[in-house]
């Protein structure tokens, strides 16, 4: 079974911004769906606050390079964030659903304990 990917928002310097075929990336691949009219407005909020946030999915953050994402909506796609460019890395992951069945489930039963919600 495939391990499910977390869900990453990272705070990256504004440098990241200079390059324009970056920004092509970022919109091309849709990491920021913003219309054409407010990307320098983007960039220019970026350097006031010294960074920007970009979220997606986590394919890995022990590679020697960077970060490296994919965009929410396209797991084909993957985009590697060099660690100079990255301030700070936050990670998520939605909750998996507990399972316990046979003795455990009678031990939590005689100890007066709730059932865990999404049993039949």
Request: glycine fraction near 12%.
């Amino acid at each position: 079974m495939a391990e499910a990917r977390k869900h990453v928002l990272l705070w990256l310097a504004p440098e990241f911004l200079q390059s324009a075929g970056m920004v092509r990336i970022l919109r091309e691949a849709e990491f920021l769906s913003l219309p054409e009219t407010e990307w320098d407005e983007l960039i220019q909020s970026a350097e006031e606050a010294g960074g920007f946030a970009l979220g997606g999915r986590l394919v890995e953050t022990h590679h020697g390079a960077g970060v490296w994402i994919s965009p929410e909506n396209d797991q084909g796609l993957e985009l590697m964030i060099p660690w100079a460019y990255v301030k700070g890395v936050l990670t998520g992951q939605e909750p998996q659903a507990a399972k316990i069945f046979g003795l455990t489930e009678r031990a939590v039963a005689r100890n007066g304990q709730p059932r865990p919600q999404g049993r039949g």
